[in-house]
C-alpha cells in the first residue's frame, strides 16, 4: 500500500531563512510526486509536481523539490522564506497516468515565519 | 474562467442525518474526484468519477457516495451521518489519464455533525 511520511508537524522559521520541508513516500509503482499549499479554511494549491527527468523541479512562488529515488524522498526547499508562506504543506503521491488523481496525502507540515 | 466550485461553502447537520455535497468542474474537465480532510491531518482520497462512471473508490464505508451528471458536476451522498464525518470535503477536477497533468482543488465543503 502507498503512504507518504512528512516527519516534521510543525516548523518554524525566520523570514529571509532557508526552508526545507522532509517528504518520504513508499510507492509500489512508478511514483508522481506533488506538494501543495494551503491557507486555513482554504483548498489545496500546487506548487510543484514530477513526474520524470530532471529531478530538481521548479515551481510557483520561489519553491523547488529534489526527487531521490534512492532514498524515496520528495523534498520541498525554498533558499528565501517570506512572511506569506506560512500555512500547511502537504506532500502527495499518485499514478503516473491519472492526472494527479487518487491521490495519497501526508499528514502535513504546518511553516510557521518569525518575523 | 471560473475554477472548481463547491456548494455549500458551510453547513451543519445533527447525528444521523443525510447529506449532500456539491461540484462544478473546470470546464472541459471531465473527471471528478473527492477526498476528506479531517481536521489537522492531509486529505484521504473518497472517489473518483469519469463519464458518470465510478473509477477510483478509497477505503470509506458504505454510506459514502457518489454520483456524476452529464455535465461532469458530481454530488457527494453521506448517509447516516458520524461525529467523525466532520471535515473539509474537496472536490477536485481533471482531465482523465494524461500524463504529467495534475487535478484542480475547489475550496471545499466545511461539514459539522453535532
Known amino acids: 500500500a502507498q503512504s507518504v511520511t512528512q516527519p516534521d508537524i510543525h516548523i518554524t522559521v525566520s523570514e529571509g531563512a532557508s526552508l526545507e520541508l522532509r517528504c518520504n513516500y513508499s510507492?509500489?509503482?512508478?511514483?508522481?510526486l506533488f506538494w501543495y499549499v494551503q491557507s486555513p479554511g482554504q483548498g489545496l494549491q500546487l506548487l510543484l509536481k514530477?513526474?520524470?527527468?530532471?529531478?530538481l523541479v521548479q515551481g510557483i512562488k520561489g519553491f523547488e523539490a529534489e526527487f531521490k529515488r534512492s532514498q524515496s524522498s520528495f523534498n520541498l526547499r525554498k533558499p528565501s522564506v517570506h512572511w506569506s508562506d506560512a500555512a500547511e504543506y502537504f506532500c502527495?503521491?499518485?499514478?503516473?497516468?491519472?492526472?494527479?488523481?487518487?491521490?495519497?496525502f501526508g499528514g502535513g507540515t504546518r511553516l510557521m515565519v518569525k518575523p | 474562467d471560473a475554477g472548481v466550485t463547491q456548494s455549500p461553502t458551510h453547513l451543519i447537520k445533527t447525528r444521523g442525518q443525510h447529506v449532500t455535497l456539491r461540484c462544478s468542474p473546470i470546464?472541459?474537465?471531465?473527471?471528478v474526484s473527492w477526498y476528506q480532510q479531517v481536521l489537522g491531518q492531509g486529505p484521504q482520497f473518497i472517489f473518483q468519477?469519469?463519464?458518470?462512471?465510478?473509477?477510483g473508490r478509497g477505503n470509506f464505508p458504505d454510506r459514502f457516495s457518489a454520483r456524476q451528471f452529464p455535465n461532469y458536476s458530481s454530488e457527494l451522498n453521506v448517509n447516516a451521518l458520524l461525529l467523525g464525518d466532520s471535515a473539509l470535503y474537496l472536490c477536485?477536477?481533471?482531465?482523465?489519464?494524461?500524463?504529467?497533468?495534475?487535478?484542480?482543488f475547489g475550496q471545499g465543503t466545511r461539514l459539522t455533525v453535532v
Open positions: 477536485a477536477s481533471s482531465i482523465f489519464r494524461v500524463m504529467n497533468t495534475e487535478a484542480f
Open positions: 510507492y509500489g509503482a512508478t511514483p508522481y
Open positions: 514530477y513526474f520524470s527527468g530532471d529531478t
Open positions: 502527495a503521491v499518485g499514478p503516473f497516468n491519472n492526472a494527479g488523481n487518487m491521490l495519497t
Open positions: 470546464s472541459g474537465h471531465k473527471s
Open positions: 468519477y469519469y463519464e458518470k462512471e465510478e473509477r
